[in-house]
């Protein structure tokens, strides 16, 4: 082996750093495989004695590969042996370069134990995500209100948060949010939006199904097949984590996060990474202090940088939100309605308590009116 280079990140990104040409690890070691099993059969079969066993040394030739390039996705395509055994694996084929995307840290101790540092073999790159800069809170503050409408106290709240993050040189924490408030009213969408402005992909997990003892693996980590959220963590393509109703993940779950909002740092079976510049978001649909504590408990609440409040839409905003979608949907549609429709729709704001509910009644109203004109022959 002359050189290994491991890549810690996306698989956007792993693609673009990976060669044009190479073998991938699910292939070799289904050759390898074939092989062992084929000389074992022809040992088998040929008569014990001296020029038997010169046969089968002349006809064992490892497998070969000049770049051998194991994804993120292989390591569960492969049996756990291979992954436990890697240096041994390694030992049964040639190969002159080794690329590997986020490989579980198995393997990467068993590299570090066969090529030392001073080999100077090993490369380790990590993907550089985008971050928060001045002109991009400029832009935050400029624009949230075209993007969230009715939340301009968070704005107030988040801005000196972010600013935060442009003046820190070293940061050796991430920044750790939890929006609250009622259902369709704008948390979801503030990580969306603050993903979409610095550049990248947010990456979001929803822990409403977090229920019960079988996701226990998923955040601790398990076999090597396994989803794990650590796996997951590492092919993001962003540094904004949206952990979308952490509320709703039992309790028992939450001291695998302790580590993660303390330190930036998250550690399974599996596999370690860190992410001290990133800005974890957390939500939840409870509006007091006081509910948040008595259901998450004060050792995960005091771990936030910072508790935002979202608060229910006025009025105002609610007929505001039904021009912007009313415009938006109309052109889907290419549909213009009159103003007896809207004044219609206005009217039934008050009844209506989220974003969600208007738009799902203004999707409601096109198309309806696009069935009776295809009926009527418009």
């Given at each position: ?17 990976r060669p044009s ?59 756990e042996h291979v ?291 295809s009926l009527s022959?418009?």
């Amino acid at each position: 082996m002359n050189k290994v280079k491991i890549y810690y990140g996306s698989k956007k990104w792993f693609e673009k750093n990976r060669p044009s040409t190479y073998r991938n690890l699910t292939e070799v070691v289904n050759e390898l495989d074939e092989q062992k099993r084929k000389n074992i059969m022809f040992i088998a079969n040929m008569p014990k004695n001296n020029e038997s066993n010169k046969m089968v040394e002349d006809i064992t030739k490892k497998p070969s590969a000049d770049i051998l390039v194991a994804d993120e996705g292989e390591y569960s395509g492969v049996q756990e042996h291979v992954i436990m055994n890697f240096a041994n694996f390694l030992g049964e084929i040639d190969v002159n370069t080794l690329i590997l995307q986020n490989p579980p840290k198995q393997i990467r101790n068993q590299l570090e134990i066969l090529y030392p540092k001073e080999k100077n073999i090993i490369k380790i790159e990590y993907e550089k995500y985008n971050h928060i800069t001045p002109r991009k809170l400029k832009e935050f503050n400029q624009l949230y209100d075209e993007h969230i409408v009715g939340q301009n106290v968070v704005k107030k709240e988040l801005l000196p948060l972010l600013y935060s993050r442009t003046i820190s040189a070293n940061r050796n924490k991430p920044l750790v949010l939890l929006f609250c408030g009622k259902p369709g009213i704008g948390k979801t969408e503030t990580a969306k939006y603050l993903a979409e402005l610095i550049g990248g992909k947010l990456f979001r997990q929803q822990f409403s199904m977090f229920q019960n003892n079988q996701f226990s693996n998923y955040l601790f980590g398990g076999n090597h097949h396994e989803k794990s959220f650590a796996k997951d963590l590492l092919g993001r393509e962003s540094d904004v984590i949206l952990l979308d109703e952490f509320d709703k993940a039992n309790p028992i779950f939450h001291s695998a996060f302790y580590q993660l909002f303390d330190d930036g740092i998250y550690e399974d079976t599996n596999y370690y990474l860190e992410l001290k510049n990133a800005i974890i978001i957390c939500t939840t649909n409870y509006t007091s202090r006081e509910e948040i504590i008595k259901n998450l408990g004060e050792a995960i609440f005091n771990r936030f940088n910072a508790v935002i409040y979202f608060e229910e839409l006025s009025i105002e905003s609610k007929v505001h939100i039904c021009d912007l979608v009313v415009e938006e949907i109309g052109k889907k549609y290419k549909i213009t309605v009159d103003s007896e429709i809207i004044e219609r729709l206005h009217a039934k704001m008050e009844l209506l308590e989220s974003v969600r509910e208007i738009r799902n009644l203004i999707e409601k109203v096109f198309a309806t009116i696009a069935f009776e004109n295809s009926l009527s022959g418009k």
